[in-house]
């Protein structure tokens, strides 16, 4: 398994439509076919194909630069970016924004982020298996994932912001590389994330009005990305889906060439056993999580019923 998981990572970034992603496709159809799996084939699962190309933003007449990280699916500024004062509206309520002229300007805002609590986990859990009592109920960790103040970004957009700064000062590491949102809808206004380790500097720069220079260029077009899929048959025409995404942010090998690589591992077992199955095993690496999650509801749309 940790075989798998090595060449899965060996691929590269892995995010919907992207070459490295479709090269993992095409791995997995391999694999689903060397295991025995029957009926193995690719389905097309449209995606916004988006690529950064370059993220920069200075601040100042002294032009310092702070390392930035494109917002997923956002759009690009011109080649040679865009040049305005910069608005700081705290956390993003809506009294900044009524009391600050966002129009044209940069605004940079304070993101937060959701909480991962256990006792929200168990409260929705069938079933629970801590014999040593050893999950908390109280929260386990960051959610970083979740952005309920997000709608800053919206609101800018709406705004006519000719750019967004998300700080992540509430970011358990330092670094700014957070691919979130991964929705897979396209939004109009440049933005980027900018790590804990320079908030306080564009923050303070931002609220004394000094200008910016924000560049986010890159690529985009709709592209198809594939769902990959094998069948064990059983005996009768009832079927259990087993299924893993196989894009990801990165190269990522807990997001989730680790899911990928139990995926197969259950694929091979199944395939070996000398036991006949009462049903019949689905076996599904989704494409789109990071993007959605389209592929599972494009699986489920075509194969409903």
């Known amino acids: 398994m940790l075989g798998e998981i090595e060449r899965i990572v060996s691929f590269g970034i892995r995010r919907p439509g992207y070459d490295e992603g479709l090269r993992t496709e095409q791995y997995l159809l391999e694999r689903f076919n060397k295991l025995g799996l029957s009926d193995t084939r690719l389905e097309p699962v ?22 930035c990280f494109a917002v997923p699916y956002t759009s690009w500024t011109a080649n040679d970016g865009e040049q305005a004062d910069a608005v ?35 409260a929705g859990s069938m079933f629970i298996h801590d014999p040593g009592n050893t999950i908390p109920d109280g929260p386990l960790h960051c959610a970083n994932w979740l952005i309920p103040n997000f709608r800053a970004y919206y609101e800018s957009w ?41 908030a306080e500097a564009v923050r303070s720069a931002a609220v004394r009005s000094e200008p910016f220079h924000f560049t986010s260029t890159g690529k985009g077009c709709t ?33 989730d060439a680790s899911g990928l690589s139990v995926l197969l591992a259950l694929a091979e077992a199944f395939a070996r056993s000398k036991e006949p199955l009462e049903r019949g095993l689905v076996f599904l690496a989704s494409s789109g999580h990071f993007h959605g999650g389209i592929g599972c509801r494009k699986f489920v749309d075509k194969h409903r019923g």
């Open 158 to 198: 709406r705004l006519n912001a000719s750019g967004f700064i998300g700080l992540l000062g509430e970011m358990p590491i330092d670094g700014c590389d957070l691919y979130v949102p991964y929705d897979g809808f396209l939004k109009k206004t440049p933005a980027v994330w900018v790590g804990r380790e320079h």
């Open 223 to 255: 592209v198809d990305s594939h769902n990959v899929v094998g069948i064990l048959p059983g005996r009768t025409d009832e079927f259990i889906l087993l299924t893993c995404h196989h894009d990801a942010p990165f190269g990522s090998a807990v997001e």
């Open 46 to 67: 449209p995606v916004n194909y988006w690529k950064p190309v370059m993220s920069r933003l200075s601040i100042g007449d002294a032009a310092r630069d702070i390392p």
């Open 88 to 122: 700081y509206v705290g956390n993003g309520p809506d009294e900044a924004f009524k009391s600050a002229d966002v129009t044209g300007r940069i605004v940079v805002a304070d993101m937060q982020f959701g909480e991962l609590n256990a006792a929200h986990l168990k």
